[in-house]
Each structure stands twice: as C-alpha cells, then as structure tokens.
C-alpha cells in the first residue's frame, strides 16, 4: 500500500536520487508556460481545428520527458505528426526538433529574466541527507539542469547530474525508461536496491519504479493521485515532511 505521509527511514536507503524539475526547484512551472505558449501558438496557426493545448496535456504527454519525446508524445496524442529534423533545426522550423528548440528559447529568456529559488523544503532535506551521510545525484531529462542548479545556488550540492545532455551523449533512453536513474546510482556506486528516487513526474515516477530501487517518493506538485498509480510508495507535497 502507498503511504500517504512520511516519517520515513533513511537507515536503508545510502543515495538519493532526485529529479530536479518541480523536486528541487519550481521550474516545472517555467516549462510548463513554455510548453503552453509553443503548442498553442502552433496549434493556432497549423491547426486551429484543434481544441487548446491544456495543462492536462502537459502531465499526460509532456511532463517529466526529455524535450523532444514531449514534442512527439503531444504531437502524436494529437494524431499530428511532423518530420523529425536535428537538434540543430532553426527555432522557427516546424519539425519535432525545431518545435523543441523554440521552447527551450522561451524557457532560458524567462529563467534568465526571473532567476530560481529552490524550494525551501527541499534545501533542509539536502541539508539533513548531508548531514546523516546519505550519498545524492540528479537526475533529469532537462538539457538546461546545471544552469537550473547554479541559478538556485545548488551545482556545488551534487557530484553527480545525470541531465539530458549527459545522457543524449551516452546514448540513455529518458524517463519513463529507468536508465538515467541507474546510471545515476552506478555513478556513485550504490547499489540499485539502495538508492531511493524522488519524483514529481508520471514518467519519472514510471523510471523509478520499474529501476529495482528501494522506493520511489512521488512529490505532488499537481499530477496527485497519478503518482501513486505509477508506482509511488510514498507520496509528500513538501521534501521537508521526509526529514525524520
Ligand atoms: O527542454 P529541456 O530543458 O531539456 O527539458 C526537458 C524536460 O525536462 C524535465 O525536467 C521537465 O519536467 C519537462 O517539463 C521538460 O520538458
């Protein structure tokens, strides 16, 4: 059975591995107004037959993926399928990759205009896995994580970040596929069945369920009772309430 509320024991677990997005930091908000802005002006201008691009589409298809996969998987629920291009495609161009690419355009202008604080809650859990001795990575599909985290003040917290880049280049397929995770731990050198995960994402929630890990802790930030359906054991509103 899922827990709902935490006082959870650490004396098992030697890694944390936490996604970033929505976890640590509340950008999954700045994604989630870039995706907004890209799919509705697309759908304006290419297919106004379509109802609006929802938030309901972001957690369903979007969230949690690597950029590209969201741009299919959205697409595709669509039944809208574009050509693929490069990640080298022109903003303006309208393929998967070039789709993708004006997103990410709008993301970096309002997180340089805004900058990122991370969540209170999450800077005392890093504060008390430090202090117990508990090992920590991240874990994210997101290609602009190590500028997130050194806006937020967190690069220095982390030996390892396993992010979008790193695992394009190694050739690890993104979440729901529990690969990054793994990479993560093996990365530290902890052994799967010792590592716990921490998600707000359907997908990555899938990841960390299907990786062989001790748990997963489901952080709801709006996706609620899908995160336990995808494999939360436990699931928190704040990381602070895993602070035993
Ligand atoms: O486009 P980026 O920055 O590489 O990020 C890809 C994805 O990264 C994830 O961390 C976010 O949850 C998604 O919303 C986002 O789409």
Redesign the pocket.
Known sequence: MTETSAAFDWTAVEAALF????VLTP??EV??QA?DALFNSYLRAEHPDQPPYTQAD?FAH??????YD?VRDFLTSRGIELPEGTVDDDAELDTVHGL?NR??VT?NEVLTRDGVRAYPGSVALLDHLATIGVQMAVV??????PAVLAAAGLADRFEVVID?VVAARLGLPGKPAPDTFQHAADELGVAHARCIVLED?VS?VQAGAAGGFAGVVGVDRGAGSALADAGATIVVRDLAELIS
Not at 19 to 22: F, I, M, Q
Not at 62 to 67: I, Q, T
């Open positions: 996604d970033l997005d929505g950008t999954a994604h989630m995706w972001y979007v969230d949690g993926k690597p950029r969201g993708g997103k990410n993301f994210s599909s997101s290609k602009n994580a979008g994402a990555g």
